[in-house]
């Protein structure tokens, strides 16, 4: 305890004062006019007295010097030292700090800002009790493994059989209507099995949870959103029913605020799940609290296990071919996590390029410096000690460029979420802020940076070679050009920009290709309103059928409305759906497995309306009414895949609606295609079915209307009309056409700004690399300039002589690049539809934004080199 | 002439200073070379880094005061902790020395 007591005091020595020394001079002065005093006192001449006191003491210096090293720690005093000669000599070169200094806290904001972003996503533990024990389960199956829900059935299965969890719990979106004040409203909610919010270890903060009796119960759990705005957050809420599908639910409970299931989907109302026995009907998804000890790889063959079991004992397509495991907090960030793990990838690389940056800065400075050096060198200074110095006067910089950083960071986190926002939803992602895990990380990105770039130059700075660093002129006239090192590193660090800039090219290119892409049909002057139909008062054809009418009835008759028709699925939307089915007269592809065609239902004048145009046959007609003979028209794609080399008119399908009960329909018409899914992906085989006929469960839910006026003016009257047709049908959203396309363009054109960005810092950063390589290097062949000149060299001579120096090293960094640029596009293709990866006349573009940005980089040292006087640059010592 | 070695050191300053009271560092290295009739001979600098060494632990503490003659001179005193640790010192000292003395004593004695 007393040593730490004194290592605390040696270790603060330096700092508290400089004082010590002083003070002990003075002790040791009346020590030896004590001795001095003694020894005269003893007969001793005055010489001799104070000969002999010195003598007994050791020494002065000696004594000082000891009595120090006693004082403070011989460590911190040399890093003392350290540090007080690189403020001195930082300070003496404030230009070189302030560039070095800004480089690195670019680089080490934008990474911590984006750290910050994937800390906010992925990192922060979820709100949910011992949050890593929760995953989530999904279904897979298809070729492509694509995650998917499953049966309730499943669900009840995997629950009762397995053996690695917990507990389990399936839910489902909802979406909800409410009455309120006579008119109805939407809200989205959750339809959860009783155990979901003990699975989560989450307490209503009002009321009770759902217990196993409320399965089949009315009964509802509000959020604390929901309780603050209906409720004004009284608690007397509990107990009161609220009107939800046109039945009466009682609220048992209230939600603490903050909590989500997904954060994205901001439910609102959490009602029970109720048992579903059909196991073709896949619709749940799970969320289960693994046992202790249990991994996710045994729980997921543990599901598999039982998996199969039910494929043998149903059919095989009474099931998911298995499951797949996921952590939760993966689950609910879904791609938004490959996005910002791909982005900080990214932006690392910046940080990357920064660090060469700094480092090429730093061994120009040390070439200046070379006097120094081996002055310091000479004097005594070791290799050890020299390289020491110059690591702390890296890890100086860092740091300060580390500090400017999280300042930065702050602020570009800020803009990154926003930008982020306008175009996705990422969940937690506006819980982005500085804590203490950014705080460490940037701390280590940033002593990890000082010592990137500072090692290199300090290893090489700190071995001079004496006997030429100190003869007058440090450098020899003939041809030399930047080190070898130096250049080195500009190659690299174009070629890291290279990388990106081709990521960056290859989403550019697929945002331009998705624009000009054509649709398929006029997106001009065109509304597209989102509304719901409660299933339980539409269930059935005869009940949607006048409304279907009535609303079209009116709708056309509005000023400026041209043509209008209800879809199911509106092109571009996102939304898209999939029905197996028999063709009659041919066998299904295997006994267990049907046809599979993408499905569409329409009223009739969609087609026209749309502007897709009728290949063969014709649309839907008035006289294709409830009682006449089921009809669909088939899009090109459909046509050529179910029908190949021939005409599909008056072929016929069987569609199944229930397991007993399949429709009979003719086709009569083919239409051309439309990109449905997005801008990129080609059209796929589509059925469209007559919206007065089909017995389909699903519904068309969207009303499309074409206007010669400003879309937008007719929402209000379209709004009224249906109030006035049927009030009890819900509104959920109106936007015009050219919203939803660019919709449909959001994540291509986010991910394309972002790479864009990073990709302009990128190249700034090499340009300016190389700007300070080339001018460097001019000021050292100065001296030859000067000769060539004088012999006759032209100005363009001499500027090619600089550009070619230049565009070389670019040209070599731009080859590697576009070899890492290649890999990068390729691993892009998971991020984006659409991106190819390899695709030349980006790669054109590429390199010739890369050399262009090297040639402005290299166009100043080379005028600069043409301008040179022969007559001084020889005379220059 | 013994060296003197830092522990040892440290044990004599402490108990000069609890002998004699506050003293500066030149009476305490002649006391120390006195008490050892001249056996010892220490170069007086040396008892300066173990002056400060049992300042910076706590047990002495150093003020400017004036000397018997008059002079500015540094005084050290004995903290409560450094008697304490003189008494520890001065028991385990003791323990050595007996462990010692019956080690190297004469083998009739020890059968």
């Given at each position: 305890?007393?040593?730490?007591?004194?290592?605390?005091?040696?270790?603060?020595?330096?700092?508290?004062?400089s004082?010590?020394?002083?003070?002990?001079?003075?002790?040791?002065?009346?020590?030896?006019?004590?001795?001095?005093?003694?020894?005269?006192?003893?007969?001793?001449?005055?010489?001799?007295?104070?000969?002999?006191?010195?003598?007994?003491?050791?020494g002065?210096?000696?004594?000082?010097?000891?009595?120090?090293?006693?004082?403070?720690?011989?460590?911190?005093?040399?890093?003392?030292?350290d540090?007080?000669y690189?403020?001195?000599?930082?300070?003496?070169?404030?230009?070189?700090?302030?560039?070095?200094?800004?480089?690195?806290?670019l680089?080490?904001?934008?990474?911590?800002?984006?750290?910050?972003?994937?800390?906010?996503?992925?990192?922060?533990?979820l709100?949910?009790?011992?949050?890593?024990?929760?995953?989530?389960?999904?279904?897979v199956?298809?070729?492509?493994?694509?995650?998917?829900?499953?049966?309730?059935?499943?669900?009840?299965?995997?629950?009762?059989?397995?053996?690695?969890?917990?507990?389990?719990?399936?839910?489902?979106?909802?979406?909800?209507?409410?009455?309120?004040?006579?008119?109805?409203?939407?809200?989205?909610?959750?339809?959860?099995?009783?155990?979901?919010?003990?699975?989560?270890?989450?307490?209503?903060?009002?009321?009770?949870?759902?217990?196993?009796?409320?399965?089949?119960?009315?009964?509802?759990?509000?959020?604390?959103?929901f309780?603050?705005?209906?409720?004004?957050?009284?608690?007397?809420?509990?107990?009161?029913?609220?009107?939800?599908?046109?039945?009466?639910?009682?609220?048992?409970?209230?939600?603490?605020?903050?909590?989500?299931?997904?954060?994205?989907?901001?439910?609102?109302?959490?009602?029970?799940?109720?048992?579903?026995?059909?196991?073709?009907?896949e619709?749940?998804?799970?969320?289960?609290?693994?046992?202790?000890?249990?991994?996710?790889?045994?729980?997921?063959?543990?599901?598999?296990?039982?998996?199969?079991?039910?494929?043998?004992?149903?059919?095989?397509?009474?099931?998911?071919?298995g499951?797949?495991?996921?952590?939760?907090v993966?689950?609910?960030?879904?791609?938004?996590?490959?996005?910002?793990?791909?982005?900080?990838?990214?932006?690392?690389?910046?940080?990357?390029?920064?660090?060469?940056?700094?480092?090429?800065?730093?061994?120009?400075?040390?070439?200046?410096?070379?006097?120094?050096?081996?002055?310091?060198?000479?004097?005594?200074?070791?290799?050890?000690?020299?390289?020491?110095?110059?690591?702390?006067?890296?890890?100086?910089?860092?740091?300060?460029?580390?500090?400017?950083?999280?300042?930065?960071?702050?602020?570009?986190?800020?803009?990154?979420?926003?930008?982020?926002?306008?175009?996705?939803?990422?969940?937690?992602?506006?819980?982005?802020?500085?804590?203490?895990?950014?705080?460490?990380?940037?701390?280590?990105?940033?002593?990890?940076?000082?010592?990137?770039?500072?090692?290199?130059?300090?290893?090489?700075?700190?071995?001079?070679?004496?006997?030429?660093?100190?003869?007058?002129?440090?450098?020899?006239?003939?041809?030399?050009?930047?080190?070898?090192?130096?250049?080195?590193?500009?190659?690299?660090?174009?070629?890291?920009?290279?990388?990106?800039?081709?990521?960056?090219g290859?989403?550019?290119?697929?945002l331009?290709?998705m624009?000009?892409?054509?649709?398929?049909?006029?997106?001009?002057?065109?509304?597209?309103?989102?509304?719901?139909?409660?299933?339980?008062?539409?269930?059935?054809?005869?009940?949607?059928?006048?409304?279907?009418?009535?609303?079209?009835?009116?709708?056309?008759?509005?000023?400026?409305?041209?043509?209008?028709?209800?879809?199911?699925?509106?092109?571009?939307?996102?939304?898209?759906?999939?029905e197996?089915?028999?063709?009659?007269?041919?066998?299904?592809?295997?006994?267990?497995?049907?046809?599979?065609?993408?499905?569409?239902?329409?009223?009739?004048?969609?087609?026209?309306?749309?502007?897709?145009?009728?290949?063969e046959?014709?649309?839907?007609?008035?006289?294709?009414?409830?009682?006449?003979?089921?009809?669909?028209?088939?899009?090109?794609?459909?046509?050529?895949?179910?029908?190949?080399?021939?005409?599909?008119?008056?072929?016929?399908?069987?569609?199944?609606?229930?397991?007993?009960?399949?429709?009979?329909?003719?086709?009569?018409?083919?239409?051309a295609?439309?990109?449905?899914?997005?801008?990129?992906?080609?059209?796929?085989?589509?059925?469209?079915?007559?919206?007065?006929?089909?017995?389909?469960?699903?519904?068309?839910?969207?009303?499309?209307?074409?206007?010669?006026?400003?879309?937008?003016?007719?929402a209000?009257?379209?709004?009224?009309?249906?109030?006035?047709?049927?009030?009890?049908?819900?509104i959920?959203?109106?936007?015009t056409?050219?919203?939803?396309?660019?919709?449909?363009?959001?994540?291509?054109?986010?991910?394309?700004?972002?790479?864009?960005?990073?990709?302009?810092?990128?190249?700034?950063?090499?340009?300016?690399?190389?700007?300070?390589?080339?001018?460097?290097?001019?000021?050292?062949?100065?001296?030859?300039?000067?000769?060539?000149?004088?012999?006759?060299?032209?100005?363009?001579?001499?500027?090619?002589?600089?550009?070619?120096?230049?565009?070389?090293?670019?040209?070599i960094?731009?080859?590697?690049?576009?070899?890492?640029?290649?890999?990068?596009t390729?691993?892009?293709?998971?991020?984006?539809?659409?991106?190819?990866?390899?695709?030349?006349?980006?790669?054109?573009?590429?390199?010739?934004?890369?050399?262009?940005?090297?040639?402005?980089?290299?166009?100043?040292p080379?005028?600069?080199?043409?301008?040179?006087d022969?007559?001084?640059?020889?005379?220059?010592? | 002439?013994?060296?003197?070695?830092?522990?040892?050191?440290?044990?004599?300053?402490?108990?000069?200073?609890?002998?004699?009271?506050?003293?500066?560092?030149?009476?305490?290295?002649r006391?120390?070379?006195?008490?050892?009739?001249?056996?010892?001979?220490?170069?007086?600098?040396?008892?300066?880094?173990?002056?400060?060494?049992?300042?910076q632990?706590?047990?002495?503490?150093?003020?400017?005061?004036?000397?018997?003659?008059?002079?500015?001179?540094?005084?050290?005193?004995?903290?409560?902790?450094?008697r304490?640790?003189?008494?520890?010192?001065?028991?385990?000292?003791?323990?050595?020395?007996?462990?010692?003395?019956?080690?190297?004593?004469?083998?009739?004695?020890?059968?």
């Amino acid at each position: 305890m007393r040593s730490l007591r004194a290592f605390l005091l040696r270790l603060a020595a330096p700092f508290t004062g400089s004082r010590g020394d002083a003070e002990f001079r003075d002790e040791l002065e009346s020590h030896l006019r004590l001795h001095i005093a003694d020894n005269l006192r003893a007969g001793m001449p005055p010489e001799e007295a104070r000969r002999l006191a010195i003598v007994k003491l050791g020494g002065i210096t000696q004594t000082i010097e000891r009595q120090r090293e006693q004082r403070g720690l011989p460590f911190v005093d040399t890093l003392r030292q350290d540090l007080l000669y690189t403020v001195r000599t930082l300070r003496a070169n404030p230009g070189f700090a302030l560039t070095a200094i800004l480089t690195l806290a670019l680089g080490i904001g934008a990474t911590s800002a984006i750290f910050s972003a994937v800390n906010a996503v992925l990192l922060r533990p979820l709100p949910f009790s011992d949050p890593n024990r929760l995953v989530m389960i999904y279904g897979v199956g298809g070729n492509d493994d694509r995650h998917e829900s499953v049966s309730y059935p499943t669900f009840v299965d995997w629950r009762d059989q397995s053996h690695s969890f917990e507990s389990m719990a399936a839910f489902a979106n909802a979406t909800l209507t409410i009455a309120v004040n006579g008119s109805t409203e939407l809200v989205r909610g959750k339809r959860v099995a009783p155990s979901m919010f003990h699975v989560l270890g989450v307490q209503p903060a009002v009321g009770r949870a759902f217990t196993a009796d409320d399965i089949d119960r009315s009964v509802v759990i509000l959020s604390d959103g929901f309780w603050k705005r209906h409720f004004a957050g009284n608690n007397d809420a509990v107990g009161k029913t609220l009107r939800i599908m046109d039945a009466p639910f009682t609220v048992i409970g209230v939600m603490p605020a903050g909590f989500h299931i997904e954060p994205p989907g901001r439910e609102q109302l959490y009602a029970p799940l109720p048992p579903d026995a059909t196991r073709n009907h896949e619709f749940v998804r799970l969320i289960a609290r693994l046992a202790p000890g249990v991994s996710r790889p045994h729980a997921r063959s543990d599901l598999d296990g039982i998996t199969g079991n039910l494929r043998r004992q149903y059919g095989r397509n009474s099931a998911s071919e298995g499951a797949t495991v996921e952590p939760l907090v993966d689950a609910l960030a879904g791609p938004g996590r490959t996005a910002l793990l791909t982005l900080l990838a990214v932006v690392s690389m910046v940080l990357l390029i920064a660090c060469t940056n700094v480092a090429n800065l730093l061994l120009a400075r040390g070439a200046t410096r070379r006097r120094e050096m081996a002055v310091r060198a000479a004097l005594g200074a070791g290799r050890g000690r020299l390289v020491r110095q110059l690591l702390t006067e890296s890890l100086v910089l860092a740091l300060a460029g580390g500090a400017a950083g999280l300042l930065l960071s702050q602020w570009l986190g800020a803009l990154f979420v926003k930008v982020v926002s306008d175009f996705v939803e990422v969940p937690r992602l506006d819980a982005t802020r500085i804590d203490g895990q950014v705080l460490l990380f940037t701390t280590i990105v940033s002593v990890a940076t000082g010592v990137v770039f500072g090692v290199v130059p300090a290893l090489s700075s700190a071995a001079p070679d004496l006997s030429d660093a100190m003869r007058d002129s440090g450098y020899t006239a003939s041809g030399v050009r930047a080190p070898r090192l130096r250049r080195a590193l500009v190659v690299v660090e174009t070629a890291l920009a290279v990388v990106l800039l081709a990521a960056a090219g290859m989403l550019m290119r697929t945002l331009i290709t998705m624009r000009s892409t054509e649709p398929g049909f006029n997106t001009s002057s065109m509304l597209a309103v989102d509304i719901w139909l409660p299933p339980a008062r539409f269930a059935r054809l005869q009940d949607r059928v006048p409304l279907f009418q009535g609303v079209l009835e009116r709708v056309r008759e509005l000023p400026g409305v041209r043509a209008a028709a209800f879809v199911a699925d509106l092109p571009l939307s996102g939304a898209t759906d999939t029905e197996g089915f028999h063709i009659v007269g041919r066998a299904d592809p295997a006994p267990d497995r049907w046809h599979s065609s993408g499905f569409n239902i329409t009223t009739a004048s969609y087609f026209e309306m749309m502007g897709i145009s009728i290949r063969e046959g014709r649309g839907f007609l008035a006289s294709d009414g409830p009682m006449a003979p089921g009809v669909i028209v088939v899009n090109e794609a459909a046509a050529r895949r179910f029908w190949p080399g021939r005409s599909p008119i008056g072929e016929q399908i069987q569609l199944p609606i229930t397991r007993e009960r399949a429709q009979l329909l003719t086709v009569v018409g083919v239409v051309a295609d439309v990109r449905h899914r997005n801008l990129v992906d080609p059209p796929h085989s589509e059925i469209y079915v007559n919206s007065l006929q089909t017995e389909l469960t699903w519904m068309p839910v969207v009303l499309a209307v074409r206007t010669q006026v400003d879309p937008k003016s007719v929402a209000e009257p379209i709004k009224a009309i249906f109030r006035e047709v049927n009030p009890a049908v819900p509104i959920a959203r109106i936007s015009t056409m050219d919203e939803v396309v660019a919709r449909s363009l959001a994540e291509p054109r986010l991910y394309s700004w972002l790479f864009a960005a990073f990709a302009v810092a990128a190249v700034s950063l090499a340009a300016i690399g190389l700007y300070g390589l080339i001018s460097f290097s001019v000021t050292q062949r100065s001296k030859e300039i000067g000769v060539r000149v004088a012999l006759g060299a032209s100005r363009s001579e001499v500027m090619l002589l600089v550009l070619r120096e230049g565009l070389g090293l670019a040209s070599i960094g731009a080859v590697v690049g576009l070899v890492g640029g290649v890999a990068a596009t390729r691993s892009l293709v998971g991020l984006i539809n659409g991106v190819t990866p390899t695709d030349p006349s980006t790669f054109v573009a590429v390199i010739a934004v890369l050399l262009g940005a090297a040639a402005i980089a290299c166009y100043l040292p080379a005028r600069r080199a043409a301008r040179l006087d022969p007559l001084r640059a020889l005379r220059t010592e | 002439m013994a060296d003197v070695w830092q522990g040892t050191l440290a044990l004599m300053v402490l108990k000069t200073l609890d002998t004699l009271g506050p003293l500066h560092g030149y009476g305490i290295a002649r006391r120390i070379e006195q008490t050892s009739a001249n056996h010892l001979s220490v170069n007086y600098g040396t008892l300066y880094p173990a002056l400060l060494k049992l300042d910076q632990e706590g047990y002495i503490s150093a003020e400017w005061g004036v000397s018997e003659n008059n002079r500015k001179a540094k005084f050290y005193r004995l903290t409560r902790a450094g008697r304490k640790q003189l008494e520890r010192e001065t028991r385990d000292w003791e323990k050595t020395t007996a462990i010692l003395a019956r080690f190297l004593a004469p083998k009739e004695h020890s059968s």
